[in-house]
């Protein structure tokens, strides 16, 4: 086989070296990284255009016309599958990635295998139709007179080179630096060719005749895809960016590298933060202010900015398989929610003081008026009139003394920096048991053996108890009442029943006695006890409900889930 030398083929061969060299990078970086419709579809499109160089060399090279016939033939396999690649990569590159189905990304390379396959078979001539060989600047060159089909196959390339080109171009005009200048050098290396190839068709001056440098120019999209590659990280981190966060959001978004530079912002970051200086290739703990907070868990953190205003700020990592690429830090108006935080803290400040006041002061008040009505009941001689009324004084001032206790409770059964520990049911029913009994010495108190039951609460558990078994109590219709409490646990749950023989409660009031300022005609209580053991049973994930109890009574069934199961939820 016979060769010729030509400097000619230099630029050629150059191309189809680097674009060899930028398919392994893409190839390597895919099984690295996982794969990825940008960087899979530049890989086979630097695959393409290096073998349609190399081909195209070599058949430049040959002097055999048989030889150089079949080279021409085959750098179209190249060629061909270059053009639909290219406009998969420009839809991927933009995060068109709905438009990437597979079927519709098949049906783009219909035309080149029809192409194809028509080209090496050439039935009635569709292909080309005659060859001959010339000789130019003392060079053997192969000249083919093109067929319909396979100027119908020029035409569809440069219909999806033109496609691509747009997309992209379109795509530059929303990006900042080095996104930009990214994009920029993809349009720059497809325009040269594009240009070169436009002249070489219409055999326009100074490209008419002559050796064909359509794929010598594939030289200067080898140069800046590299370029791309390697400078401004073309297959890193922007479309990853905003297939993460969304190109569009209404929040801001703040792109980092993988040093935390910023490398990217969209428009809506700048009045979020109320700055207007440059951002782009600050660090980022620079240009977002309070950057650190993010870095624990989670990493969001609210920030004061300028003009009274607060944003969140989230930093949400990007990776490939399980590579980090960098960060996208997202910036979101909070301000009517901070602004109701801070009244509710502030709430709280203003209700736990006035906790204080009531349990310290007013207690301690009463505490004393209960201490003197005593004294004066015990030591002095009363009218029947005078005695009755002193009495029912210190009903209503003990009353008032459990108000303030159950106050209390109440304010730190809603609180939700009360700490929970591992605590034993049965332990806090029989010490409960014991505190009313004390109370109360006419009722008689039966526990059953208990299981060993661990829930995950506080010391306000003992409070569901001792209310429950007060209520008892105190709406007897009997001067000697009997409670009686027993439980049972099974893998989940532990159950506590607290049955009394007291007259009982409706089905119409079962529902209504857990509510708030709930009581019965008559009743003594204050009508917030049994509130305040719904709300603390709710609050340690449990239910308390009332059934009747045989012969006569009712029954206060509290269940609640066993620490094992609340640690696994």
């Known amino acids: 086989m016979n060769w010729q030398h030509t400097a000619y083929a230099y630029p050629m061969v150059f191309a189809a070296v680097v674009a060899a060299v930028l398919s392994a990078y893409a190839v390597r970086f895919v099984r690295r990284r996982g794969r990825n419709p940008t960087v899979v579809s530049f890989a086979v499109l630097t695959a393409a255009v290096s073998f349609w160089t190399a081909t195209t060399a070599v058949k430049?090279?040959?002097v055999d016309p048989g030889a150089k016939l079949f080279a021409y033939k085959l750098l179209h396999v190249g060629a061909m599958t270059a053009a639909p690649t290219f406009f998969?990569?420009?839809?991927?590159?933009?995060g068109r990635r709905e438009l990437l189905d597979r079927y519709v990304v098949a049906s783009l390379y219909v035309v080149p295998a029809v192409f194809l396959v028509v080209l090496f078979?050439?039935?009635l001539e569709l292909g080309y139709t005659g060859w001959q060989l010339s000789t130019v600047d003392g060079v053997t060159t192969l000249s083919v007179t093109d067929?319909?089909?396979s100027v119908f196959g020029l035409v569809y390339g440069f219909v999806l080179l033109f496609l691509g080109l747009g997309v992209i171009g379109q795509y530059a005009l929303e990006l900042d630096?080095?996104?930009?200048?990214?994009?920029?050098?993809?349009?720059?290396?497809m325009v040269v060719p594009s240009v070169v190839a436009a002249l070489e068709l219409t055999d326009t001056a100074p490209l008419a005749g002559g050796v064909n440098l359509i794929p010598a120019s594939l030289a200067v999209p080898s140069v800046t895809f590299g370029n791309a590659v390697y400078r401004y990280r073309l297959l890193d981190i922007l479309p990853l960016a905003y297939a993460t966060a969304g190109a569009h959001s209404a929040d801001g978004l703040v792109v980092l590298d993988a040093d935390e530079v910023v490398v990217h912002v969209n428009d809506h970051v700048r009045p979020l933060l109320g700055t207007d200086g440059p951002l782009l290739g600050r660090p980022a703990s620079e240009a977002v202010p309070n950057y650190g907070d993010l870095a624990g868990d989670p990493p969001t953190c609210d920030v004061l900015v300028e003009g009274g205003r607060y944003v969140e700020l989230t930093r949400i990592p990007l990776d490939r398989a399980g590579d980090p690429l960098g960060w996208v830090v997202s910036v979101r108006d909070v301000t009517p929610r901070k602004r109701y935080e801070l009244a509710l803290e502030s709430r709280n400040d203003e209700l736990e003081v006035l906790n204080r006041i009531v349990r310290h002061d007013i207690r301690n008040d009463m505490q004393l008026v209960t201490a003197y009505i005593d004294i004066v009941l015990e030591h002095e001689p009363l009218s029947d009139e005078a005695r009755s009324q002193l009495e029912t004084a210190l009903r209503r001032a003990l009353n008032t003394v459990d108000l303030t206790d159950v106050l209390g409770q109440l304010m730190r059964a809603t609180n939700d920096d009360e700490r929970r520990r591992a605590l034993d049911v049965g332990d806090a029913v029989r010490e409960a048991v014991e505190d009313v009994r004390e109370g109360y010495p006419n009722a008689a108190f039966t526990v059953d053996d208990l299981p060993p039951a661990t829930v995950f609460a506080n010391d306000l558990l003992d409070s569901v108890f001792v209310n429950v078994l007060k209520n008892a109590v105190v709406h007897s219709d009997r001067d000697h009442p009997s409670i009686s409490v027993s439980g049972a646990a099974d893998g989940e749950r532990v159950t506590v029943r607290i049955a009394d023989d007291g007259p009982g409660i409706s089905d119409e009031r079962k529902s209504v006695v857990?509510?708030?300022g709930a009581k019965g005609l008559e009743s003594p209580g204050t009508g917030t006890g049994l509130y305040l053991v719904e709300t603390i049973v709710t609050n340690f994930g449990g239910t308390v409900h009332i059934e009747d109890n045989e012969p006569r009574g009712s029954v206060f069934v509290i269940e609640l889930p066993l620490a094992?199961?609340?640690a696994a939820d």
Do not use: D, I, M, S
């Open 60 to 62: 430049l090279l040959l």
């Open 88 to 94: 998969v990569f420009a839809l991927a590159y933009t």
């Open 121 to 123: 078979t050439n039935p």
């Open 147 to 149: 067929g319909p089909v």
């Open 177 to 189: 630096r080095p996104y930009r200048t990214q994009a920029t050098l993809l349009l720059v290396g």
């Open 514 to 516: 857990f509510g708030k």
């Open 564 to 566: 094992a199961v609340e």
